[in-house]
């Protein structure tokens, strides 16, 4: 959704249109929209007054959409949708005067964005260890949430040791992380038995991409995790290899088929699809963009 709705756009309103922070952690879908005319910036202040600026699946804290408003900048807001479920539930927890024990990565992008709803009421822990440096006196209030693209098992550890020793916080009604984060994961778990090694294609800053590598590591498999077949050493693959290919949320197609047809090239490999879980989940576009989209089809 993110990405079409840049590439709507930068075709409807024509280049250039500045994007805060990167729109998916993919070095490839960055590069690609880099050559049409968007420009990514980390400060809003970067941005000319009156431009057209498009916040990132990632989301962002209000701070950053009352600067884009006081800067007559228009926005179009592409975050996706399990992300604002979190900032809803953080906004409602901290209304109802809990203290927000929030498991995710310092400095994240959608932590950031996250924290900056209810800064005074949230805590953030990324392990257990930080679980167990944690204070709170018996009946405080308490709550927690997750990132939605962490890794399932490590999550779980975390949820786990929070109840060990609150035994009375309470957690959103359905949970935070997101399912093509969690099919991915389990994808992995069950088919890297089958493989000598594996290849998870995403970017180094992708946090999902970073749980699939390490997720084969911890089964005991050899996992490479790059941006395309650019970045692969062919001395590190035997002919007789079974590998196994995976990707982030955000890896485009293109870069799936191109990685296989490397192999082929190289080692005439042969290719079996697996299916762990069919996704059908559809997010709408943005409003701005959706009105637009259906003014040109009227």
Same mark, same amino acid.
């Given at each position: 959704?993110?990405?079409?709705?840049?590439?709507?756009?930068?075709?409807?309103?024509?280049?250039?249109?500045?994007?805060?922070?990167?729109? %998916?952690?993919?070095?490839?879908?960055?590069?690609?929209?880099?050559?049409?005319?968007?420009?990514?910036?980390?400060?809003?202040?970067?941005?000319?007054?009156?431009?057209?600026?498009? !916040?990132?699946?990632?989301? %962002?804290?209000?701070?950053?959409?009352? !600067?884009?408003?006081?800067?007559?900048?228009?926005?179009?807001?592409?975050? +996706?949708?399990?992300?604002?479920?979190?900032?809803?539930?953080?906004?409602?927890?901290?209304? &109802?005067?809990?203290?927000?024990?929030? #498991?995710?990565?310092?400095?994240?992008?959608?932590?950031?964005?996250?924290?900056? $709803?209810?800064?005074?009421? #949230?805590?953030?822990? $990324?392990?257990?260890?930080?679980?167990?440096?944690?204070?709170?006196?018996?009946?405080?209030?308490?709550?927690?949430?997750?990132?939605?693209?962490?890794?399932?098992?490590?999550?779980?550890?975390?949820?786990?040791?929070?109840?060990?020793?609150?035994?009375? #916080?309470?957690?959103?009604?359905?949970?935070?992380? +997101?399912?093509?984060?969690?099919?991915?994961?389990?994808?992995?778990?069950?088919? +890297?038995?089958?493989?000598?090694?594996? #290849?998870?294609?995403?970017?180094?800053?992708?946090?999902?991409?970073?749980?699939?590598?390490?997720?084969? $590591?911890?089964?005991?498999?050899?996992? !490479?995790?790059? &941006?395309?077949?650019?970045?692969?050493?062919?001395?590190? !693959?035997?002919?007789?290899?079974?590998?196994?290919?995976?990707?982030?949320?955000?890896?485009?197609?293109?870069?799936?088929?191109?990685?296989?047809?490397?192999?082929?090239?190289?080692?005439?490999?042969?290719?079996?699809?697996?299916?762990?879980?069919?996704?059908?989940?559809?997010?709408?576009?943005?409003?701005?963009?959706?009105?637009?989209?259906?003014?040109?089809?009227?």
């Amino acid at each position: 959704m993110a990405v079409q709705s840049l590439e709507l756009a930068l075709k409807h309103f024509g280049p250039p249109i500045y994007v805060y922070h990167e729109i %998916v952690h993919n070095q490839h879908v960055v590069r690609t929209f880099q050559s049409q005319g968007a420009v990514f910036v980390n400060e809003l202040a970067e941005i000319p007054e009156g431009s057209t600026v498009l !916040f990132s699946a990632h989301g %962002v804290a209000p701070e950053i959409r009352r !600067f884009a408003h006081g800067r007559k900048l228009h926005a179009i807001d592409a975050t +996706c949708p399990l992300v604002t479920k979190v900032h809803l539930e953080a906004i409602k927890f901290a209304k &109802d005067h809990y203290t927000i024990i929030l #498991i995710g990565h310092a400095g994240h992008d959608e932590v950031i964005g996250t924290m900056g $709803e209810a800064p005074e009421a #949230i805590v953030l822990v $990324e392990d257990t260890d930080e679980v167990d440096s944690l204070k709170f006196e018996p009946g405080t209030k308490l709550a927690y949430l997750t990132q939605t693209t962490l890794s399932v098992d490590d999550a779980n550890r975390v949820i786990g040791r929070l109840k060990e020793r609150f035994p009375w #916080i309470v957690g959103p009604p359905k949970e935070d992380i +997101c399912y093509a984060t969690q099919n991915r994961q389990e994808a992995v778990r069950l088919l +890297c038995e089958q493989a000598d090694k594996v #290849i998870v294609l995403g970017s180094q800053n992708s946090s999902n991409s970073q749980r699939l590598r390490e997720l084969a $590591e911890e089964k005991g498999h050899v996992a !490479f995790l790059v &941006d395309g077949p650019q970045d692969l050493d062919v001395s590190r !693959f035997n002919a007789d290899d079974v590998v196994l290919i995976t990707a982030g949320a955000s890896a485009p197609e293109e870069v799936v088929s191109s990685t296989i047809q490397w192999l082929k090239d190289r080692f005439g490999a042969t290719v079996e699809e697996k299916e762990v879980r069919k996704e059908e989940v559809y997010f709408p576009l943005p409003k701005a963009l959706r009105n637009l989209v259906a003014g040109n089809s009227n």
